[in-house]
Every structure is written in C-alpha cells, then in structure tokens.
C-alpha cells in the first residue's frame, strides 16, 4: 500500500475514535418533522372521498401525518409495503402516544383522527388505501424518493 493512502486510512481511523465522524449525525432527525397536508377519508359530498391522492416524500426527512375520517364509512388504512420501507416513530391516536415497529392498520369504525411519525428509509412507490373500498377511490401514492 502507497504510504500515503496509509496515512489517510490512519487519518481516518484515529478522526472515528475521536468523534468527527458525528459531526453531521448531530440531534436526533426523527424529533424534527414536517408536517404533510392531512389524509381525509371521507367527505359531505360523498362518503368515499380522499383529500390527497399523491404524497411526495424524500428519505431521510421525517414526516408527520394526520390521518382522519368523517366517519360516513369505516375505513382500515393500509399501506402494508410502505410500513415495511418506513421507521415508524409513533403514532399518537385517541390522546394515546403509540410506539411500534411497524403499522399494519388503522381501523377508523366513526369519525376519528389518528397521527403518525415516520422517516421513510427506501425510495418507491407504495399503495395506501381504506381496505376494501379501493374500487370506490378510497386509495393514493406515497412516492418516495
């Protein structure tokens, strides 16, 4: 080995022992999140409305999401392959804080809001919807790149 690629692998080994290579991971990114524009299910109009179809997600940023229903028609939310691409916080629901691994439903059986903390980890394309009522428009897109 050249001794100066040494020299630099030594650098580098002896900057790690005394901490510079923390110098960017500073705070914890979870506890600052940005707040997405609501998830509604559910309308006046129609009982099989969705506020937001699409939602534009980066990884590495965390998010919070305020999902609620107008309580017309029971929705489960599902979103199986984005729970699996996503570090889930918490969720907070019913004056309830929730801490998880995953999320594999919430089940809204009347009128109710639940919010939940997240940092998406993998880029793609996941499916969100109300469980049953995907034929009726109750679906959207998490894009995360």
């Known amino acids: 080995m050249p001794p100066y690629k040494a020299l630099i692998l030594n650098v580098l080994f002896l900057g790690s022992l005394i901490g510079f290579d923390q110098v960017h991971a500073a705070g914890d990114l979870t506890l ?3 707040a997405l524009p609501d998830l509604k299910f559910g ?10 179809k699409e939602y ?7 998010y919070q999401l305020k999902i609620t229903t107008d309580g017309q028609k029971e929705c489960a939310f599902q979103a199986p392959e984005f729970a699996r691409s996503i570090f889930l916080r918490k969720v907070e629901a019913g004056g309830v804080e929730i ?14 809001e639940a919010e939940i903390f997240f940092l998406p980890i993998k880029p793609g394309r996941y499916p969100f919807y109300c469980k049953g009522l995907q034929n009726k428009g109750m679906e959207g897109m998490f894009v995360v790149k």
């Open 32 to 34: 600052r999140t940005q």
């Open 43 to 52: 309308s006046e109009e129609t009982g099989y409305a969705v506020s937001q």
């Open 56 to 62: 534009q997600l980066e990884t590495g940023v965390a």
């Open 99 to 112: 801490k998880a691994v995953t999320l594999v439903e919430l089940e809204f059986e009347d009128a109710g």
